[in-house]
């Protein structure tokens, strides 16, 4: 299996909902990340989970909370968004934290925010 | 930090014409590069990398890239294109951050390839 799945596909969400976007993958990579990507450029990181520790946040605002509850399973929290935040959410892995990996991309999670 | 440039926002070929889509980097240190490409609506699918070695990288789909020092290049290539091929293409270098983690991906800004029939 070497797919990253993510979780709905498409989400709308009103500021002051919480929903949470789930992204899975089975090939026993041990790195994970969160990529927020608006139309036409290129993705952002957001943050990186390596062996299911939180080892870079780009300065993400805490309206944004990622969980990883084990080495298959990434989540991404929402609370409390701002319309600004509709983008297109990509969730990818990697074997490992070497320089040498790539990565691997779900198809991403679009979310709208009214 | 390391950066990529893609100079073109759009290329524009013939249907079995070859194409080039351009990457130029800027790293301290060796340099780590990567090709994905994006299908709309379309999370990024991965084509090829350099890492160290030969110059001319081979990759998914026909395509291979050519890793130039001296012109701090990187250019994307397919000896004959596909409508198919019409797509969204990033270039990407590794990147890290002030703790030394080398887990990130800084990406160009992209280059849509359009190719007509």
């Known amino acids: 299996d070497t797919e990253v799945t993510q979780t709905p596909k498409h989400l709308v969400m009103g500021m002051t909902n919480k929903k949470s976007l789930k992204c899975e993958q089975h090939?026993?990579?041990?790195?994970m990340y969160w990529y927020k990507q608006k139309a036409k450029k290129p993705p952002e990181l957001m943050f990186v989970?390596?062996?299911?520790?939180?080892?870079i946040n780009e300065s993400v605002p805490s309206r944004f909370s990622p969980e990883c509850p084990n080495s298959s399973l990434l989540n991404l929290h929402l609370h409390a968004l701002q319309p600004e935040d509709s983008a297109l959410y990509l969730c990818?892995?990697?074997?490992?934290?070497?320089?040498?990996?790539?990565?691997?991309f779900g198809p991403g999670t679009r979310l709208t925010v009214t | 930090a390391q950066s990529v440039a893609q100079p073109e926002d759009q290329v524009n070929v013939a249907e079995g014409n070859p194409l080039t889509v351009k990457c130029t980097y800027s790293?301290?240190?060796?340099?780590?590069l990567f090709w994905y490409v994006q299908y709309p609506n379309r999370g990024l699918q991965f084509l090829l990398k350099?890492?160290?070695?030969?110059?001319l990288v081979k990759g998914s789909y026909g395509f291979e890239a050519e890793f130039n020092k001296s012109q701090t290049s990187f250019h994307l290539k397919k000896p004959s294109a596909l409508v198919s091929d019409s797509a969204l293409y990033f270039c990407a270098v590794r990147d890290w951050d002030d703790n030394n983690a080398g887990n990130m991906l800084t990406f160009g800004g992209g280059t849509r390839l359009m190719v007509k029939p």
């Open positions: 090939m026993g990579h041990r790195a």
């Open positions: 350099y890492i160290t070695g030969d110059n």
């Open positions: 989970y390596s062996y299911e520790k939180l080892s």
């Open positions: 790293v301290s240190g060796n340099p780590y």
């Open positions: 990818a892995s990697s074997p490992g934290t070497g320089f040498t990996y790539e990565q691997y």
